[in-house]
């Protein structure tokens, strides 16, 4: 089995750009896709971005994702930052029998 | 409007059973896997399991920290599946949430719909 490990907290300001990282343990990040998910407080979490790079209808293109193979990880990038993208974001990924989830996020936006 | 409801939640002694409901709308039941997911108080997501539609065997996989005391079932005819949880432990406390994958298998898919999540504490 693997880990994915993020950044505790961030903070930015609004209208600033954020990029959150999530860094695999073992085996390759481009192996199996990555998905990152949104949780604001009280709430289910709610997709932003699945298979690496894709958004879901309804999500603004003011989010994005990306892998880097060299350091193994992927990244949520959010630009223009609202006070609404304030949440705890989590990366997740699998393998053939198992879910992984990041530690999760928290972002600022003030 | 896709819809997933938990119930069966609430107050249990360690070392008892508690059985969660997961009832869904919307979509087609039968198609898709269908994930647990916990959170602990305070916590960040954990996955608990899930269960692959009857198309990929409607076999199950578990976390290594549940695996042989919790078992997910599904019944396609009522579009409700399952979490039966066993010699529960204080350190099962958690809000768990229902979440079907964007197919069947659950391999190279995303938690796609989520239900709002029921809270369990075992304590004594």
């Known amino acids: 089995n693997f880990m994915l490990t993020q950044p505790h907290f961030l903070s930015e300001s609004p209208g600033k750009t954020v990029t959150i990282s999530c860094t695999r343990s073992?085996?390759?990040?481009?192996?199996?896709?990555v998905q990152w998910y949104q949780q604001r407080p009280g709430s289910s979490p709610t997709t932003v971005i699945y298979?690496?790079?894709?958004?879901p209808s309804g999500v603004p293109d003011r989010f994005s994702g990306s892998i880097d193979s060299s350091s193994n990880s992927a990244s949520l990038t959010i630009s223009g930052l609202k006070t609404e993208d304030e949440a705890v974001y989590y990366c997740?990924?699998?393998?053939?029998?198992?879910?992984?989830f990041g530690g999760g996020t928290r972002l600022t936006v003030l | 409007e896709v819809q997933l409801v938990e119930s069966g939640g609430g107050l249990v002694q360690p070392g008892r059973s508690l059985r969660l409901s997961c009832t869904t709308s919307?979509?087609?039941?039968?198609?898709?896997?269908l994930n647990w997911v916990r959170q602990a108080p305070g916590k960040g997501l954990e996955w608990v399991g899930f269960?692959?539609?009857?198309?990929?065997?409607?076999?199950?996989e578990y976390a290594a920290s549940v695996k042989g005391r919790f078992t997910i079932s599904r019944d396609d005819s009522k579009s409700i599946a399952y979490l039966q949880m066993n010699s529960l432990k204080s350190e099962d406390t958690a809000v768990y949430y229902c979440?079907?994958?964007?197919?069947?298998?659950?391999?190279?898919?995303?938690?796609?719909?989520w239900g709002q999540g029921t809270l369990v504490t075992v304590s004594a």
């Open positions: 269960i692959r539609s009857k198309g990929y065997g409607g076999t199950t």
């Open positions: 997740q990924s699998y393998d053939d029998t198992s879910q992984v």
């Open positions: 298979e690496d790079k894709q958004r």
């Open positions: 073992s085996g390759s990040i481009a192996t199996n896709y």
């Open positions: 979440t079907s994958c964007s197919g069947g298998s659950c391999y190279a898919e995303h938690f796609r719909h």
């Open positions: 919307g979509f087609s039941f039968g198609d898709y896997a």
